[in-house]
């Protein structure tokens, strides 16, 4: 039996979302920049490279803010058991700026009536995309110590939009998150988080984690190489994949599949995110140092730095968070999501707890304990 009181698992709970919001703020400026720049007018981030406007909005965030609003109605009605058409019901009810590729086919596929799972597949070119991945941390802080319940909320959820490997990239953030409660190795986290996944040995998912890890493996002091063999790789299977599943003329590889647009695919960002956590493991700040890597290898640098700050937050807990990233936040973030415009971070955080122990109290049996 695994043991948390309530005030530690508010602590890490917050410790997630600060990680998060930290993470976007310091990735947000450098989406898809290309890699030399960063390189050569960012260098190895330290810190947030533009000053903080807690009115900005990121996208990445609104998707987590209706899976809450879905889970508190589903938990005044039929306790915890929500379905992929409650959240989708609330993308309906709330969203109405700023969504992009898998999402926004999704969301117009919801308004045509086609419920999910065909919302994520139907003319959805973007089904293996980061938009799942991203929106995988309040799946896992729902579930403290609970994997296998992380990973069924996060395929409830990533089915709206995604498909495949796109929800599998959803999963293994929101298992690693889940195992973070307890677990403060980040290597044991990764390796476990695998293991979790529906189709651990054979994934294209399960294969680029793996490679991440080896190039980890090989250059233990040299994350650019690493970064550049992972890259190279991507693009060998980039290729692979159009010349097995896809016309070299079709809309999917034209518009999504090409070497330029292909930095939002799941895949790479997968690798970046491993690699950044594995490379700031040991160090006294592994918060500042593992979104400071993401960002450095550049992709979808918010996507990727707000999921390693949850995972990471989620670990040592808002107390053990450097000043230095929570309180230019003021504790406040912004999204468009309709009547939930802005939060404060730490009533963010109480909410989702009052969410979490329930989830533990009805699917924790004798494995988790949170009093």
Same mark, same amino acid.
């Given at each position: 039996?695994?043991?948390?009181?309530?005030?530690?698992?508010?602590?890490?709970?917050?410790?997630?979302?600060?990680?998060?919001?930290?993470?976007?703020?310091?990735?947000?400026?450098?989406?898809?920049?290309?890699?030399?720049?960063?390189?050569?007018?960012?260098?190895? %981030?330290?810190?947030?490279?533009?000053?903080?406007?807690?009115?900005?909005?990121?996208?990445?965030?609104?998707?987590?803010?209706?899976?809450?609003?879905? %889970?508190?109605?589903?938990?005044?009605?039929?306790?915890?058991?929500?379905?992929?058409?409650?959240?989708?019901?609330?993308?309906?009810?709330?969203?109405?700026?700023?969504?992009?590729?898998?999402?926004?086919?999704?969301?117009?596929?919801?308004?045509?009536?086609?419920?999910?799972?065909?919302?994520?597949?139907?003319?959805?070119?973007?089904?293996? $995309?980061?938009?799942?991945?991203?929106?995988?941390?309040?799946?896992?802080?729902?579930?403290?110590?609970?994997?296998?319940?992380?990973?069924?909320? $996060?395929?409830?959820?990533?089915?709206?939009?995604?498909?495949?490997?796109?929800?599998?990239?959803?999963?293994?953030?929101?298992?690693?998150?889940?195992?973070?409660?307890?677990?403060?190795?980040?290597?044991?986290?990764?390796?476990?988080?695998?293991?979790?996944?529906?189709?651990?040995?054979?994934?294209?998912?399960?294969?680029?984690?793996?490679?991440?890890?080896?190039?980890?493996?090989?250059?233990?002091?040299?994350?650019?190489?690493?970064?550049?063999?992972?890259?190279?790789?991507?693009?060998?299977?980039?290729?692979?994949?159009?010349?097995?599943?896809?016309?070299?003329?079709?809309?999917?590889?034209?518009?999504?599949?090409?070497?330029?647009?292909?930095?939002?695919? @799941?895949?790479?960002?997968?690798?970046?995110?491993?690699?950044?956590?594995?490379?700031?493991?040991?160090?006294?700040?592994?918060?500042?140092?593992?979104?400071?890597?993401?960002?450095?290898?550049?992709?979808?640098?918010?996507?990727?730095?707000?999921?390693?700050?949850?995972?990471?937050?989620?670990?040592?807990?808002?107390?053990?968070?450097?000043?230095?990233?929570?309180?230019?936040?003021?504790?406040?973030?912004?999204?468009?999501?309709?009547?939930?415009?802005?939060?404060?971070?730490?009533?963010?955080?109480?909410?989702?707890?009052?969410?979490?122990?329930?989830? @533990?109290?009805?699917?924790?049996?004798?494995?988790?304990?949170?009093?």
């Amino acid at each position: 039996m695994r043991r948390l009181t309530k005030e530690e698992y508010y602590n890490k709970v917050y410790g997630s979302w600060l990680g998060r919001i930290s993470g976007d703020f310091v990735g947000a400026p450098l989406e898809f920049k290309p890699y030399t720049l960063i390189k050569l007018f960012y260098g190895e %981030l330290e810190y947030y490279p533009k000053p903080i406007d807690v009115d900005y909005v990121n996208d990445d965030e609104m998707y987590e803010i209706c899976s809450l609003v879905a %889970l508190e109605a589903a938990s005044e009605k039929k306790g915890i058991n929500l379905t992929s058409k409650d959240i989708a019901q609330e993308w309906v009810n709330l969203l109405y700026k700023k969504n992009f590729t898998a999402e926004k086919v999704a969301l117009k596929n919801l308004r045509a009536g086609i419920p999910p799972p065909a919302s994520g597949k139907y003319r959805n070119i973007y089904y293996d $995309a980061i938009g799942a991945q991203m929106r995988a941390d309040i799946w896992g802080q729902i579930s403290p110590g609970l994997p296998q319940i992380a990973s069924k909320y $996060a395929e409830l959820d990533g089915c709206i939009s995604h498909a495949g490997i796109g929800i599998e990239g959803e999963q293994f953030i929101a298992i690693m998150i889940a195992q973070a409660f307890f677990q403060a190795d980040i290597r044991k986290n990764i390796d476990t988080a695998l293991k979790y996944l529906p189709s651990a040995r054979e994934s294209l998912y399960s294969r680029m984690v793996k490679l991440a890890i080896h190039l980890w493996k090989r250059y233990p002091k040299d994350f650019r190489t690493a970064r550049q063999k992972l890259i190279q790789h991507w693009h060998d299977m980039r290729r692979n994949i159009i010349i097995a599943n896809e016309s070299k003329f079709s809309e999917r590889s034209i518009k999504f599949l090409n070497r330029f647009v292909s930095g939002v695919h @799941v895949l790479p960002n997968a690798g970046i995110i491993t690699l950044a956590l594995l490379y700031a493991a040991n160090n006294e700040d592994p918060l500042g140092r593992s979104i400071g890597l993401a960002a450095s290898m550049g992709l979808d640098t918010d996507c990727n730095c707000g999921n390693i700050g949850a995972i990471i937050g989620a670990q040592i807990g808002a107390n053990k968070i450097p000043s230095k990233w929570k309180v230019p936040l003021q504790n406040t973030f912004s999204t468009y999501v309709k009547g939930y415009e802005k939060w404060a971070i730490d009533k963010l955080a109480k909410r989702i707890c009052n969410i979490g122990l329930k989830v @533990v109290e009805k699917k924790g049996f004798n494995t988790v304990n949170i009093t």
